[in-house]
């Protein structure tokens, strides 16, 4: 017997970590970039950014090899991770697919 999958809708939403470097202002990505890239997520994807002077430890936690690094997670769990910033149509769709929206 399987058990079926959660329907989307009854799941908690996804969170976006945008993991970005200290001291960066003015750089990618931008809060009005940040704001663009929620719209486009809908609700399905919270969008949070994490610069790595104030939330050093959580940033370090990730093990990115570089900044900024995008990683998608639900309740603890990593669904999805890219280097830099997903500014095409593809990610933001491969971002909706991960969470369970796409």
């Known amino acids: 017997m399987s ?10 939403p996804a969170v976006l970590l945008v993991l970005v470097p200290a001291g960066r202002a003015g750089q990618l990505p931008t809060p ?15 969008v949070l950014r994490l610069d790595d002077d104030t939330h050093a430890s959580v940033v370090r936690s990730f093990a990115v090899a570089q900044l900024p690094a995008c990683v ?15 500014e095409s149509d593809a990610l933001v769709a491969s971002l909706l697919a991960a969470a369970g929206a796409g």
């Open 3 to 12: 058990i079926a999958p959660f329907p989307p809708d009854l799941l908690a």
């Open 72 to 86: 998608l997670v639900r309740e603890g769990i990593e669904l999805w991770r890219q280097p830099g910033w997903p």
């Open 32 to 46: 009005a970039q940040l704001n663009d890239l929620q719209c486009r997520l809908g609700p399905a994807v919270r």
